[in-house]
């Protein structure tokens, strides 16, 4: 989190700002108020983007639809204005730091704190393709550790299924290259399955520290995608093998949805196995170790 730019606006909409969080590939991300003082995160699209007639009615669609995702484990849009200058979405906002920083500041989560992860992202995709979308962008960077359990934010890319139309300029690469589907690689029509490998990934990455596809360029990364999946560790717990292997198939029709991943995984209790992560807000820094454990189990871990 940053300090306001001289440049950044103070107000988007009714929304007052008070800090950067980030950017992403198609706006910047800030930490806001509304009038009643309750915390939002506001996304503002860029002007390259905000100038473009068919990307604003686009935009307009998908926000619409990202506002009718429900479920305990997202971050719901609560307000968004396409036709702004610029254009804007609001969602809500999630104290906790990222997937992506826990990994880097502790390294694999514990095993019963991957099966929540798995559990908690499955529910999370099965409420965003339940609204007819595929978020296209499932990385541990789009994934917070809230003190009850993880939630799949920004839906920036997020389309209607079947949708191989995209929110970027004609031959921009849409999502993440290592945790991205073979089929995504190859420009194909990408679907909810295309979501279900990302998640293999993800769930691999947390459970050994390091994503399995990396290699030190994009060929090399482009390769190991579309080649024979790579080994998961016999550490892993079982269940969590299983739905990796699974989410890993060339072939979408052969991969999980979210409901299968829950079964395999089985019932999980975060009271229980769920760490606490630290209070950093919507991608916020993690904290080395933690603070006071919450409810009947959680802790931070060494």
């Excluded at 940053?2 to 606006?9: I, V």
């Excluded at 560790?233 to 292997?245: F, K, S, Y």
Aim: glycine share 14%; aromatic share 6%; proline share 11%.
């Amino acid at each position: 989190m940053q300090p306001l730019d001289p440049t950044d606006p103070a107000r988007i909409g009714r929304y007052r700002l008070t800090h950067r969080l980030g950017a992403g590939g198609m706006g910047r991300v800030y930490l806001g108020r509304t009038a009643a003082g309750r915390k939002v995160v506001v996304k503002v699209i860029l002007p390259q983007y905000a100038g473009d007639a068919e990307f604003r009615g686009r935009f307009a669609r998908e926000a619409a639809a990202a506002a009718r995702v429900g479920g305990f484990h997202t971050a719901p849009v609560v307000d968004a204005d396409p036709d702004g200058d610029p254009p804007w979405i609001v969602s809500a906002f999630i104290p906790g730091p990222s997937l992506h920083e826990v990994l880097a500041g502790r390294g694999p989560l514990p095993h019963g704190a991957l099966r929540v992860l798995a559990v908690g992202l499955a529910e999370g995709l099965e409420a965003i393709h339940g609204a007819g979308l595929t978020h296209r962008d499932l990385k541990p960077a789009n994934v917070l550790m809230a003190s009850d359990g993880p939630r799949v934010i920004d839906f920036g890319i997020a389309r209607p299924s079947g949708d191989s139309s995209g929110l970027t300029r004609t031959g921009a690469t849409l999502g993440t290259p290592l945790y991205m589907s073979p089929e995504q690689m190859d420009a194909l029509e990408v679907g909810p399955a295309s979501d279900m490998f990302s998640l293999g990934t993800v769930l691999a990455h947390a459970a050994v520290g390091r994503n399995p596809f990396d290699a030190p360029t994009l060929a090399g990364i482009v390769r190991n995608l579309i080649g024979p999946p790579p080994g998961i560790p016999r550490e892993v717990p079982a269940q969590v093998r299983a739905v990796i292997a699974r989410c890993w198939e060339h072939d979408p029709a052969l991969r999980p949805t979210p409901h299968e991943v829950a079964e395999v995984v089985g019932d999980v209790d975060p009271e229980v196995d769920w760490p606490v992560f630290g209070d950093g807000p919507a991608g916020g820094a993690a904290t080395a170790a933690g603070s006071a454990g919450r409810g009947r189990g959680s802790r931070p871990w060494t």
